[in-house]
């Protein structure tokens, strides 16, 4: 299977918003709404952001929102902080497995 | 709130199986259902996920893994293990063990152990 697609990096100033698309298939990201999306920072393990899409984990700030549209689904952070800039991967359930994206690197300028 | 621990060789020779365990605590690996996963990351890469068990000892592999990797359940340790064998260079990588009581999410994660296959 491959791995979900992602742009390598992002960048948004502090206070703006940017999104990181993930793009699959129908056979992962098209057909279940089981995607969700993990902030890591060098050197640290990842984080649960998003899940279901669109679910936030308790403690996770509201800035964070998923969502999905057909075979690709997206993170948004609005208000970005200096803290956001780390690494992003989407994630999906494929049926009997579960796929990663590439990873996004988040640049706050 | 479920702690996760992995420990096993830094060092691995090729050909040889890799073989790690990761220690829960703040819950018993056999009460309730989870899904006890496997996770690794090639330095500067991205998350590659290799597999997980269910509680009732079902499992599932990445397909690209599947004829290299054994995840297993050890209640009496309160620990889940992964035997990744034939391995080669390209195995390299930070390990990460992570569960959750959703097959659809990864709530909790260890902290990542690095295994370097060298001979």
């Known amino acids: 299977q491959s791995a979900l697609t992602q742009p390598r990096s992002v960048s948004g100033s502090p206070g703006q918003s940017v999104t990181i698309s993930c793009t699959g298939t129908?056979?992962?990201?098209?057909?279940?709404?089981?995607v969700s999306w993990y902030q890591q920072h060098p050197g640290k393990a990842p984080k649960l952001m998003i899940y279901?899409?669109?679910k936030r984990p308790s403690g996770v700030p509201d800035r964070f929102s998923g969502s999905k549209s057909g075979n690709t689904a997206s993170l948004t952070i609005s208000g970005l902080q200096a803290e956001d800039e780390a690494d992003y991967y989407c994630?999906?359930?494929?049926?009997?497995?579960?796929?990663f994206g590439g990873g996004t690197k988040l640049t706050v300028l | 709130q479920v702690q996760l621990q992995e420990s096993g060789p830094g060092l691995v020779k090729p050909s040889q199986t890799l073989s790690l365990t990761c220690t829960v605590s703040?819950?018993?690996?056999?009460?309730?259902?989870?899904?006890w996963s496997w996770i690794r990351q090639p330095a500067g890469k991205g998350l590659e996920w290799i597999g997980r068990?269910?509680?009732?000892?079902?499992?599932n592999y990445n397909p690209s893994l599947k004829s290299r990797v054994t995840i297993s359940v050890d209640t009496s340790k309160n620990q889940f293990s992964l035997k990744l064998s034939s391995v080669t260079a390209a195995d390299t990588a930070v390990y990460y063990c992570?569960?959750?009581?959703?097959?659809?999410?990864?709530?909790?994660w260890g902290q990542g152990t690095l295994v370097t296959v060298s001979s």
């Open positions: 992570a569960t959750d009581s959703s097959g659809y999410r990864l709530r909790y």
């Open positions: 703040g819950g018993s690996i056999s009460s309730g259902s989870y899904y």
């Open positions: 068990i269910y509680t009732s000892g079902s499992t």
């Open positions: 129908s056979s992962d990201v098209g057909g279940y709404n089981y």
């Open positions: 279901d899409v669109s």
């Open positions: 994630c999906s359930y494929a049926g009997s497995y579960v796929v």
